[in-house]
């Protein structure tokens, strides 16, 4: 299956700093990748997708301003954070498709613990 | 709307057996996944079913019921590392994947 790679893997920050987040695939050319948050005790809840060459697509209630996605490559997505704060502490967890047909599972980053003080 | 059900938490003893029920409504099915999630880590892949019946993989095993809405997450000789939430997700008509909100197991000697 598909390695992912995401870095940093814990940041620890002042409030009003932003944050970038990037997520590698390793060993195939991913031309969607995707953006979670989880809070603790609670489930995955998808971000945005992040299409290689176009703008990402957002689930309702994720502002796009503050959370800046960039897919310029096909092997790269960065989540950068803007101007976080206490609220925006979270896991927050990239993946990536195994493959194109619907059988393939999601493949994720180890994720990245953010810590807003 | 989406929905997938799981139960929050089960508890079982180190050596048994332990199913994990998985019910969903969706629109549209185009099949459905299991994860383990361990403590602070990223969720790993388990399992697909697309078709009715039981996938059969080492001690883990899964099973679909597309009529009932149905899966379930079979795990054998339960050893302390299966300690885990265990997440059932389901691609709908979109392609897109439906999250449970994930089991909590708890194995104890």
């Known amino acids: 299956g598909a390695v992912v790679s995401q870095h940093p893997s814990w940041v620890i920050c002042k409030s009003g700093t932003s944050v970038k987040i990037e997520c590698r695939s390793l060993?195939?050319?991913?031309?969607?990748m995707f953006w979670y948050r989880q809070f603790p005790k609670q489930s995955l809840m998808l971000m945005a997708t992040?299409?290689?060459?176009?703008?990402?697509?957002?689930e309702q209630g994720v502002e796009k301003d503050k959370f800046l996605i960039n897919h310029a490559s096909l092997t790269l997505s960065t989540l950068t954070v803007t101007s976080a704060h206490p609220e925006d502490s979270s896991f927050y967890i990239c993946?990536?498709?195994?493959?194109?047909?619907?059988?393939?599972?999601?493949?994720f980053g180890d994720g990245t613990r953010l810590s807003i003080l | 709307g989406q929905n997938i059900d799981q139960p929050t938490e089960m508890t079982a003893t180190e050596g048994a057996i332990v199913q994990i029920n998985c019910t969903y409504q969706?629109?549209?099915?185009?099949?459905l996944f299991w994860y383990q999630q361990h403590a602070g880590e990223a969720p790993t892949f388990l399992s697909y079913?697309?078709l009715d019946g039981l996938e059969e993989k080492g001690r883990f095993s899964s099973f679909l019921s597309r009529s009932k809405g149905y899966s379930y997450l079979l795990l054998k000789e339960l050893q302390m590392k299966d300690s885990a939430s265990y997440l059932c997700?389901?691609?709908?008509?979109?392609?897109?994947?439906?999250w449970g909100a994930g089991t909590k197991l708890i194995i104890k000697p």
């Open positions: 060993d195939f050319q991913a031309t969607t």
């Open positions: 997700a389901v691609k709908d008509s979109n392609y897109q994947l439906i």
């Open positions: 993946s990536v498709l195994g493959g194109p047909s619907g059988n393939q599972p999601q493949h």
């Open positions: 969706t629109s549209g099915f185009n099949g």
């Open positions: 992040s299409n290689e060459g176009s703008k990402a697509t957002y």
């Open positions: 079913n697309v």
